[in-house]
């Protein structure tokens, strides 16, 4: 079809009396062409009004869109199976003529911040090598709209704990605070409505207030005003995580904070600058940071199980025995956790940044299992032996060797036997059983027995009968 351009040509040509051949060969159009516009005598292109073959269906393809959900594979095939003569690709060109199924298109805006005037935050999973292992995680940014500054971090997940960490962490690196926190409608700092009408959490709004700033959420669909903030994605997940593995989340989140420090120095093309040059201008207009900032923490409350443990988001930490069974306060800080019984008595652990059910056990509360106590190197049986009957102190010694009773309960019979029975009865059944490798204790006491008897009971037989 002849643009308006070409069209005005031709009638201005043939206005000047040229012929329609000559027309036709200096604008490299055909004659018959040119004769159509110079009777039409207008520049304007005529409309078509050939009717479109999806038009006579139009009720039923607007019918079959809402049943199908939007599917267009499906309503050709509903329309063909009805009878409908037109191909799949009229209907998809009918559906974006008539906006059917799309919304119109409107055209993108800029956003134009001052300094200190607002930082954009969001969160986006993102894929990297951890431990070896390929894992998704969730990684949260933040942008100092004038300047462009970029500081993000990386966590296995994201709620209003870590929201609250890194928000920190970010003013803390930027050493200000601006007016405003522009986020994403999320769960995350969202008690209720979006855009304009988003209502943030009250624990939300009580961290915003210690900073001294606001939560702002930008309109549904508005993905330009969050441009700032998404641009970086893209950035980070194609040039920082690419190649790069680590060990842990200490260890990503540290690398992280080194590579916003080195692409921070470098110049960019779309605002033709150096993020850290224009943030030279932007730092003096941040607001101070509060004199003093508390940790950020969770608390929970637990009875300690019977094992001493205590439970904190699946993992377990050790507590001293005797805390069994009392209620205590677990404080979960980004590094630590603190377990309290009373304001004298707690136990800090390292935290655990996964929930892997593992335990974290501190060898002072588990006394190692398995190992017998220290024992005397001279039992109190062995010594009091010793000193009532020295003389059978090698038969004592080869007991304790040769002996087919426990020992201990062996030196005990032994030693009972000492204290009851005469002296020498005893020392002579040792001597003799020492010879003869005799260790039975109660053949020992028999042969003792017998001594005694023949010692000490025995008849007179010389005195008459009476």
């Known amino acids: 079809m002849l643009s308006q351009q070409a069209r005005s040509a031709i009638l201005e040509l043939a206005r000047r009396g040229t012929s329609p051949r000559r027309v036709a060969k200096a604008l490299g159009i055909s004659r018959t062409t040119v004769k159509k516009v110079i009777r039409s005598a207008s520049s304007e292109a005529p409309l078509i009004a050939r009717q479109e073959k999806a038009e006579a269906y139009r009720q039923e393809i607007l019918e079959l869109h809402t049943s199908c959900k939007g599917n267009l594979v499906r309503v050709y095939e509903e329309l063909a199976a009805g009878g409908a003569r037109l191909s799949y690709q009229a209907l998809t060109a009918y559906c974006r003529r008539h906006e059917i199924g799309t919304k119109p298109k409107k055209p993108a805006g800029q956003y134009h911040f001052a300094w200190a005037e607002e930082i954009q935050h969001d969160t986006s999973p993102h894929q990297l090598t951890l431990g070896g292992k390929l894992r998704t995680a969730q990684t949260a940014s933040a942008v100092l709209c004038f300047s462009r500054m970029l500081f993000f971090q990386l966590y296995p997940a994201f709620t209003r704990f870590e929201c609250k960490i ?72 194609n040039n920082f ?136 190197t001279v039992r109190p049986e062995e010594r009091a032996l010793a000193e009532m009957a020295p003389e059978i102190e090698a038969y004592v010694t080869a007991l304790k060797r040769r002996g087919r009773k426990q020992t201990t309960l062996a030196l005990r019979q032994l030693l009972e036997m000492v204290r009851e029975y005469p002296k020498d009865a005893v020392v002579a059944a040792v001597l003799e059983a020492t010879r003869y490798g005799l260790y039975d204790l109660d053949r020992l006491e028999r042969m003792i027995l017998r001594r005694v008897a023949a010692d000490y009971f025995v008849l007179d037989t010389s005195g008459e009968e009476r």
């Not at 961290?207 to 969050?226: I, K, Q, T, W």
């Not at 630590?336 to 136990?347: E, F, G, K, P, Y």
């Open 166 to 237: 890194f928000l920190t962490e970010a003013l803390e690196y930027f050493q200000g605070v601006t007016t405003r926190v522009m986020v994403d409608n999320t769960s995350v700092v969202r008690l209720k409505g979006t855009g304009a009408g988003m209502v943030p959490t009250p624990e939300m709004e009580a961290f915003a207030e210690r900073f001294g700033f606001v939560f702002a959420a930008h309109e549904l669909g508005d993905a330009n005003r969050s441009g700032r903030v998404e641009r970086p994605f893209s950035f980070i997940e």
């Open 241 to 376: 995580l690419v190649g790069r593995s680590f060990s842990d989340f200490a260890d990503v989140n540290a690398q992280a904070v080194a590579w916003c420090d080195k692409v921070n120095r470098t110049y960019k093309k779309h605002i033709r600058a150096v993020p850290l040059e224009l943030y030279t201008m932007e730092r003096p207009h941040l607001k101070p940071l509060p004199l003093w900032i508390p940790e950020v923490y969770r608390l929970h409350h637990r009875t300690v199980d019977a094992e001493g443990y205590v439970s904190v988001r699946s993992n377990r930490y050790s507590v001293p025995a005797g805390w069994i069974g009392h209620r205590v306060e677990a404080r979960e800080t980004k590094d630590h956790v603190t377990i309290s019984l009373d304001a004298r008595h707690s136990v800090t652990h390292a935290r655990l940044v996964e929930q892997t059910g593992q335990r974290v056990t501190k060898t002072e509360h588990r006394p190692p299992r398995g190992e017998a106590k220290a024992r005397p």
